[in-house]
């Protein structure tokens, strides 16, 4: 079975960080680009971090310098590190998995800047 969980979201203050993880399960992870998108209340979804099979990475310019995605393919994961975190930055956080024509979703994390 084709899975992407997501897991590591919750309540942080302003200015502090949180790592959340995607987890990879019925797909040969290795030669997948990973991505990880965001959604906040009444707005698109968009993309914040992407990584390529080979590593190459690349980020929205929102959160440039303070967002780091990796991968461990040994475990089939992907993490994004967000650091110096604002409100604005709340949002659902979905993982994608890109291969061809057909991407794979996860079902999302719920991520909160507030005081």
């Known amino acids: 079975q084709v899975q992407l969980v997501e897991s590591g979201g919750g309540l942080v203050q302003p200015g502090g960080s949180l790592r959340v993880s995607c987890a990879a399960s019925g797909i040969i992870f290795s030669i997948y680009a990973m991505g990880w998108y965001r959604q906040a209340p009444g707005k698109q979804r968009e993309l914040v971090a992407r990584?390529?099979?080979?590593?190459?990475?690349s980020y929205a310019d929102s959160v440039k310098g303070r967002f780091t995605i990796s991968r461990d393919n040994a475990k089939n994961t992907v993490y994004l590190q967000m650091d110096s975190l604002k409100p604005e930055d709340t949002a659902v956080y979905y993982c994608?998995?890109?291969?061809?024509?057909?991407?794979?979703w996860g079902q999302g994390t719920r991520v909160t800047v507030s005081s």
């Open positions: 994608n998995a890109a291969l061809g024509a057909a991407p794979i």
């Open positions: 990584i390529s099979s080979g590593g190459s990475t």
